[in-house]
């Protein structure tokens, strides 16, 4: 296995622990906005106190996961690795979900699929093509014929 | 734009079967509606009453419309996700909502929803249904006569299974209370499944609902009809009075109806409504509606939407003008 | 109590070639239908319960029950192999069944699931066919406050069993109920941090975003840290590592005696689910097991448990249905519509008026499990070589799934969204030790856990007394705070603020 580390990994978890704390008081502040949105945060039975309570604890979760990424015993450490290529699928994962309102099915997952394969190293041209063509094709009928899901069709296909 | 293989293969066995003639052409004029299936939206979780009637509709719907009929269940924030989406739909026919008084009557009046009342036109009313009041044999009632005083007597004590906040029993002991001036306690348990489980397990003292929930407990005696919130008594359980005989006025008949986004053709309506009568007409279908424990009041898209106005305009003076 | 008539009429049911080839046909669509991530039972059953209108009772119930059996089975399948849990509750099955296929043993793992499934469901058959009506009588007395308290243990549950680092478990599942609380309240109608965005109303959709932070999440880390593949590893992965040995199954019977029990008890409850039982029933398992360190990364008791806790919950959630026609979960709510398509309405008239067809459904239920097991038995013959697929071919193939599948659970291009955030944020998660089980189950208990709280404080007018004046709160109320006792022992133990004495954990009560 990859034994090699990140170096920082204690900044690393501070930035975690500040994002749950963000999160927690974006939470906190809208449960406590005036006038109060969803009844008083105070009342047990109001729309507001469940999640009043635990956006709390989550800050105060974030607040410990910060101190104690600095003791000095703590001994923080990431896994380093392709971290690069990770990102790239990911940007195309996002794209994918992002234009299949527009292009549609087919033409989204013909071009997902073998893109994908090249991010993993593929780069046989009949290898891609048969990707592009077979498991879409099976698995957009499947669903479609028996399932009864119809997926949106876009401007070409 | 292929059949469903397995759709294909069933009705083509099932069909034989259960209607014995009829296919074939039934639109003999040209159709308004394009070529492409239609989604009927189901506006509720999978395994309610909505749910049953959307597959017994668009298992058989293809003859009668015309066109492949595709059943979407899109639950959520009780009905006003599929609600939201349908009246953002291409207005042409080809995405209908499956609605019914909550979602196109009373909620866009008292509640702040991405959709509007005026967002839809009604296309078909299928059937509607009154709730039945109902208690459990050891409750102190046992008629809407002894549970208003009860009530009176303990103000507050009598707590009752509700669904959602404006559902369908939400509103009806609304009703109840402001007629009959009482007080009594709700719990919104979120559907009638939850409801008369908590009913029969004598955690909450009444409920009311649609008779194919409450029905098989009110024929094995587990649970006892209080009154029923229509104009007339309910049919197959004609021993048990209507609100009005009893002295409350409580009336709310829970329809389930067709409805289609604000925009769509006069033409398109009028061929869908006409499709919808004669599906409503049918045989086969008519049986399968009937094994569900449900009829058919079919009111086409004319005089569905007069109805729709006055229940409309009713439950805004109910609401909003006291 | 059963005469020989209706044991006539159920046998002859079963005798029938139709009714034996509806179930079978059931069975093989329904694991097909499992083993695709984010098409659920639910889905299959709803999708599929209007064409059995136009069969026979006796074979349309028999298809949608193989159907369903198949569906819950079929889970564990893509968990297993690809870490792609298709519903919340086949994924404790995926914490110790993927680290079993790492190791090259998916072979095992696919055989043991198989296996823990088969008995557990047989087992809860049994139980329904034998008390159903005793064991639904104390069910429906459970009201929200023991719902409440269920749900309390099973959260507690799931941030202790699931990670290394417990405060991270518990950040996980702060964050899953922060995101269960957006969308509509159905108790006060309000929009909570919907950001005036329509498809928040309906919530956060759980499967696309369970399909994406582990599946997605999954790829993501298939690339960042590429599998070397060595010779020596090869061999074994190639052909899916070993076979079970009957010793090893064998030890496993008290955990999977004690799994089913619970999932037996957590089924017959109205409205709880797989998922609580599943994670309850792994916990428990841990907690008392020998080598609690070996969950997670491969151990077999923590798979045995995880299967035979959600599959027990199938007969089970058929009790509350038979006894009172009350759907035990959202699968029976679409059961209980096809029988009365048929003409039948599950519940106290079905047992007088046509115990036949009841008992003959029972036999069915038996039946399915033998079938299951053969058809598991088949399918694992050809699943094993899934391991064989070069990573270039599986991981695309896998991506598709997902986008299909999470469109397909509500018919959402929104849903999408949800599921790329979710691969993102399940990325984040994994890269940095958070586990991801709590967050998903936080997202799916935290709606009943609130309305269970707000109903019962609805029911008590206020009072926190209801959580221990009721007989069935007060037993629950002790059992969670046992539960918190041992972790907080355990948590003291482990930081060497108290030495343990000996060896051996004084934990020799009695066997469930």
Same mark, same amino acid.
């Given at each position: 296995?990859?034994?090699?580390?990140?170096?920082?990994?204690?900044?690393?978890?501070?930035?975690?622990?500040?994002?749950?704390?963000?999160?927690?008081?974006?939470?906190?502040?809208?449960?406590?906005?005036?006038?109060?949105?969803?009844?008083?945060?105070?009342?047990?039975?109001?729309?507001?106190?469940?999640?009043?309570?635990?956006?709390?604890?989550?800050?105060?979760?974030?607040?410990?996961?910060?101190?104690?990424?600095?003791?000095?015993?703590?001994?923080?450490?990431?896994?380093?690795?392709?971290?690069?290529?990770?990102?790239?699928?990911?940007?195309?994962?996002?794209?994918?979900?992002?234009?299949?309102?527009?292009?549609?099915?087919?033409?989204?997952?013909?071009?997902?699929?073998?893109?994908?394969?090249?991010?993993?190293?593929?780069?046989?041209?009949?290898?891609?093509?048969?990707?592009?063509?077979?498991?879409?094709?099976?698995?957009?009928?499947?669903?479609?014929?028996?399932?009864?899901?119809?997926?949106?069709?876009?401007?070409?296909? | 734009?292929?059949?469903?293989?397995?759709?294909?293969?069933?009705?083509?066995?099932?069909?034989?079967?259960?209607?014995?003639?009829?296919?074939?052409?039934?639109?003999?004029?040209?159709?308004?509606?394009?070529?492409?299936?239609?989604?009927?939206?189901?506006?509720?979780?999978?395994?309610?009453?909505?749910?049953?009637?959307?597959?017994?509709?668009?298992?058989?719907?293809?003859?009668?419309?015309?066109?492949?009929?595709?059943?979407?269940?899109?639950?959520?924030?009780?009905?006003?996700?599929?609600?939201?989406?349908?009246?953002?739909?291409?207005?042409?026919?080809?995405?209908?909502?499956?609605?019914?008084?909550?979602?196109?009557?009373?909620?866009?009046?008292?509640?702040?929803?991405?959709?509007?009342?005026?967002?839809?036109?009604?296309?078909?009313?299928?059937?509607?249904?009154?709730?039945?009041?109902?208690?459990?044999?050891?409750?102190?009632?046992?008629?809407?006569?002894?549970?208003?005083?009860?009530?009176?007597?303990?103000?507050?004590?009598?707590?009752?299974?509700?669904?959602?906040?404006?559902?369908?029993?939400?509103?009806?002991?609304?009703?109840?209370?402001?007629?009959?001036?009482?007080?009594?306690?709700?719990?919104?348990?979120?559907?009638?499944?939850?409801?008369?489980?908590?009913?029969?397990?004598?955690?909450?003292?009444?409920?009311?609902?649609?008779?194919?929930?409450?029905?098989?407990?009110?024929?094995?005696?587990?649970?006892?009809?209080?009154?029923?919130?229509?104009?007339?008594?309910?049919?197959?359980?004609?021993?048990?009075?209507?609100?009005?005989?009893?002295?409350?006025?409580?009336?709310?008949?829970?329809?389930?109806?067709?409805?289609?986004?604000?925009?769509?053709?006069?033409?398109?309506?009028?061929?869908?409504?006409?499709?919808?009568?004669?599906?409503?007409?049918?045989?086969?279908?008519?049986?399968?509606?009937?094994?569900?424990?449900?009829?058919?009041?079919?009111?086409?898209?004319?005089?569905?939407?007069?109805?729709?106005?006055?229940?409309?305009?009713?439950?805004?003076?109910?609401?909003?003008?006291? | 109590?059963?005469?020989?008539?209706?044991?006539?009429?159920? &046998?002859? !049911?079963? /005798?029938? =070639?139709?009714?034996?080839? +509806?179930?079978?046909? @059931?069975?093989?669509?329904?694991? %097909?239908?499992?083993?695709?991530?984010?098409?659920?039972?639910?889905?299959?059953?709803?999708?599929?319960?209007?064409?059995?209108?136009?069969?026979?009772?006796?074979?349309?119930?028999?298809?949608?029950?193989?159907?369903?059996?198949?569906?819950?089975?079929?889970?564990?399948?893509?968990?297993?192999?690809?870490?792609?849990?298709?519903?919340?509750?086949?994924?404790?099955?995926?914490?110790?069944?993927?680290?079993?296929?790492?190791?090259?043993?998916?072979?095992?793992?696919?055989?043991?699931?198989?296996?823990?499934?088969?008995?557990?469901?047989?087992?809860?058959?049994?139980? &329904?066919? !034998?008390? /159903?009506? =005793?064991?639904?009588?104390? +069910?429906?007395?459970? @009201?929200?406050?023991?719902?409440? %308290?269920?749900?309390?243990?099973?959260?507690?549950?799931?941030?202790?069993?699931?990670?290394?680092?417990?405060?991270?478990?518990?950040?996980?599942?702060?964050?899953?109920?922060?995101?269960?609380?957006?969308?509509?309240?159905?108790?006060?109608?309000?929009?909570?941090?919907?950001?005036?965005?329509?498809?928040?109303?309906?919530?956060?959709?759980?499967?696309?975003?369970?399909?994406?932070?582990?599946?997605?999440?999954?790829?993501?880390?298939?690339?960042?840290?590429?599998?070397?593949?060595?010779?020596?590893?090869?061999?074994?992965?190639?052909?899916?590592?070993?076979?079970?040995?009957?010793?090893?199954?064998?030890?496993?019977?008290?955990?999977?005696?004690?799994?089913?029990?619970?999932?037996?008890? %957590?089924?017959?409850?109205?409205?709880?689910?797989?998922?609580?039982?599943?994670?309850?029933?792994?916990?428990?398992?841990?907690?008392?097991?020998?080598?609690?360190?070996?969950?997670?990364?491969?151990?077999?008791?923590?798979?045995?448990?995880?299967?035979?806790?959600?599959?027990?919950?199938?007969?089970?959630?058929?009790?509350?249905?038979?006894?009172?026609?009350?759907?035990?979960?959202?699968?029976?709510?679409?059961?209980?519509?096809?029988?009365?398509?048929?003409?039948?309405?599950?519940?106290?008239?079905?047992?007088?008026?046509?115990?036949?067809?009841?008992?003959?459904?029972?036999?069915?239920?038996?039946?399915?499990?033998?079938?299951?097991?053969?058809?598991?038995?088949?399918?694992?013959?050809? %699943?094993?070589?899934?391991?064989?697929?070069?990573?270039?071919?599986?991981?695309?193939?896998?991506?598709?799934?997902?986008?299909?599948?999470?469109?397909?659970?509500?018919?959402?291009?929104?849903?999408?969204?949800?599921?790329?955030?979710?691969?993102?944020?399940?990325?984040?998660?994994?890269?940095?030790?958070?586990?991801?089980?709590?967050?998903?189950?936080?997202?799916?208990?935290?709606?009943?856990?609130?309305?269970?709280?707000?109903?019962?404080?609805?029911?008590?007018?206020?009072?926190?007394?209801?959580?221990?004046?009721?007989?069935?709160?007060?037993?629950?109320?002790?059992?969670?705070?046992?539960?918190?006792?041992?972790?907080?022992?355990?948590?003291?133990?482990?930081?060497?603020?108290?030495?343990?004495?000996?060896?051996?954990?004084?934990?020799?009560?009695?066997?469930?």
């Amino acid at each position: 296995m990859n034994t090699r580390t990140w170096p920082g990994g204690r900044l690393i978890e501070s930035l975690l622990a500040l994002a749950v704390i963000a999160v927690g008081v974006m939470f906190l502040r809208i449960v406590h906005g005036t006038p109060p949105p969803f009844g008083d945060p105070r009342d047990i039975g109001s729309a507001a106190f469940f999640p009043g309570l635990i956006a709390l604890l989550v800050t105060g979760l974030g607040v410990v996961l910060l101190l104690s990424a600095w003791r000095p015993a703590s001994s923080v450490a990431f896994e380093s690795g392709h971290t690069a290529r990770a990102l790239l699928a990911y940007a195309l994962m996002v794209a994918m979900a992002v234009s299949i309102r527009f292009l549609g099915i087919w033409l989204v997952t013909m071009l997902a699929v073998p893109l994908l394969a090249m991010c993993f190293g593929e780069r046989r041209w009949y290898v891609l093509l048969a990707l592009a063509v077979v498991p879409p094709t099976l698995v957009i009928h499947l669903f479609e014929g028996v399932m009864g899901v119809y997926f949106p069709r876009g401007v070409v296909l | 734009m292929s059949r469903p293989l397995l759709t294909r293969t069933f009705l083509a066995a099932s069909l034989a079967a259960a209607t014995a003639l009829a296919t074939g052409q039934v639109l003999a004029e040209e159709s308004h509606l394009p070529d492409e299936p239609i989604r009927f939206v189901t506006p509720y979780p999978a395994g309610g009453s909505h749910s049953l009637h959307a597959g017994i509709i668009t298992a058989v719907g293809e003859e009668f419309l015309g066109r492949p009929l595709i059943s979407v269940i899109r639950g959520g924030g009780g009905g006003a996700v599929a609600a939201a989406e349908v009246a953002g739909s291409t207005p042409n026919g080809t995405m209908l909502l499956f609605g019914d008084p909550t979602i196109n009557s009373l909620r866009p009046q008292v509640e702040d929803l991405p959709y509007e009342m005026d967002d839809f036109v009604p296309v078909a009313r299928i059937n509607y249904s009154p709730a039945i009041f109902v208690t459990t044999p050891d409750q102190p009632f046992q008629s809407i006569g002894e549970l208003v005083e009860h009530a009176e007597e303990n103000p507050g004590e009598v707590v009752y299974s509700s669904d959602n906040r404006n559902g369908f029993t939400y509103t009806v002991f609304e009703m109840l209370k402001a007629t009959a001036d009482i007080e009594m306690r709700g719990v919104e348990l979120g559907g009638g499944g939850p409801a008369v489980t908590q009913l029969l397990g004598g955690n909450t003292m009444a409920y009311a609902g649609d008779p194919s929930v409450v029905g098989e407990h009110l024929e094995a005696g587990s649970l006892v009809g209080l009154c029923v919130t229509d104009t007339e008594r309910f049919e197959a359980y004609g021993d048990i009075p209507t609100c009005q005989e009893e002295g409350y006025d409580v009336v709310f008949q829970f329809w389930r109806g067709v409805m289609a986004p604000a925009g769509t053709p006069d033409e398109v309506i009028a061929e869908l409504s006409d499709g919808f009568q004669r599906l409503t007409e049918d045989e086969g279908f008519l049986r399968l509606i009937g094994q569900i424990g449900s009829g058919i009041q079919f009111l086409g898209h004319e005089e569905f939407a007069e109805a729709l106005a006055a229940e409309q305009a009713a439950l805004r003076d109910a609401y909003l003008d006291d | 109590m059963i005469d020989l008539a209706v044991l006539q009429q159920g &046998l002859a !049911m079963l /005798a029938s =070639p139709w009714t034996f080839l +509806a179930l079978s046909a @059931g069975l093989a669509g329904g694991i %097909l239908i499992g083993a695709l991530p984010g098409l659920t039972a639910t889905m299959a059953v709803a999708v599929l319960a209007p064409f059995t209108f136009f069969m026979e009772a006796t074979i349309g119930i028999p298809f949608l029950l193989g159907i369903y059996k198949g569906a819950i089975y079929g889970g564990s399948i893509p968990a297993i192999l690809v870490n792609t849990p298709g519903t919340a509750a086949a994924a404790a099955t995926a914490r110790d069944g993927y680290a079993l296929t790492q190791q090259g043993k998916s072979r095992k793992a696919l055989e043991l699931s198989l296996y823990s499934s088969v008995v557990a469901d047989f087992l809860a058959t049994l139980v &329904l066919i !034998m008390v /159903a009506i =005793p064991l639904a009588s104390i +069910a429906i007395r459970f @009201g929200s406050p023991e719902f409440a %308290l269920l749900y309390l243990i099973a959260l507690t549950m799931i941030a202790t069993v699931s990670g290394e680092s417990f405060l991270k478990g518990l950040i996980a599942a702060g964050l899953g109920l922060l995101v269960a609380s957006i969308g509509l309240d159905p108790m006060s109608g309000y929009q909570r941090f919907t950001f005036g965005n329509t498809d928040l109303l309906g919530g956060v959709s759980l499967i696309p975003l369970l399909i994406g932070m582990f599946a997605l999440s999954e790829i993501l880390m298939q690339l960042t840290h590429p599998p070397e593949r060595t010779n020596d590893a090869g061999q074994a992965v190639e052909h899916g590592g070993e076979r079970l040995k009957w010793a090893e199954f064998w030890a496993l019977r008290p955990t999977i005696l004690r799994s089913t029990s619970l999932g037996t008890f %957590l089924g017959s409850l109205p409205g709880l689910g797989a998922e609580i039982a599943c994670w309850i029933a792994y916990g428990l398992a841990r907690g008392r097991s020998r080598e609690p360190e070996r969950f997670g990364k491969g151990s077999l008791e923590g798979l045995a448990a995880a299967e035979s806790g959600n599959n027990a919950v199938v007969p089970a959630a058929l009790i509350p249905m038979t006894v009172f026609g009350i759907p035990g979960d959202t699968i029976t709510a679409v059961l209980i519509g096809a029988l009365m398509a048929q003409g039948m309405m599950p519940g106290p008239l079905l047992i007088q008026q046509n115990p036949g067809f009841l008992f003959g459904l029972f036999l069915v239920l038996l039946v399915t499990n033998v079938l299951l097991l053969i058809f598991g038995l088949a399918a694992i013959r050809w %699943l094993k070589q899934v391991t064989r697929i070069p990573p270039t071919v599986l991981y695309p193939c896998v991506l598709l799934l997902c986008l299909c599948g999470a469109y397909a659970v509500n018919s959402s291009t929104f849903d999408l969204l949800i599921l790329v955030v979710g691969g993102g944020l399940g990325y984040v998660m994994r890269r940095t030790h958070f586990p991801i089980a709590p967050l998903i189950i936080g997202l799916l208990l935290g709606p009943g856990f609130e309305s269970a709280v707000r109903q019962s404080l609805v029911f008590s007018n206020g009072s926190l007394a209801i959580f221990w004046s009721r007989p069935g709160s007060l037993i629950l109320l002790i059992l969670l705070a046992l539960v918190i006792l041992t972790m907080a022992w355990r948590g003291l133990v482990k930081a060497g603020v108290i030495r343990k004495r000996s060896k051996s954990h004084p934990t020799k009560s009695n066997n469930i």
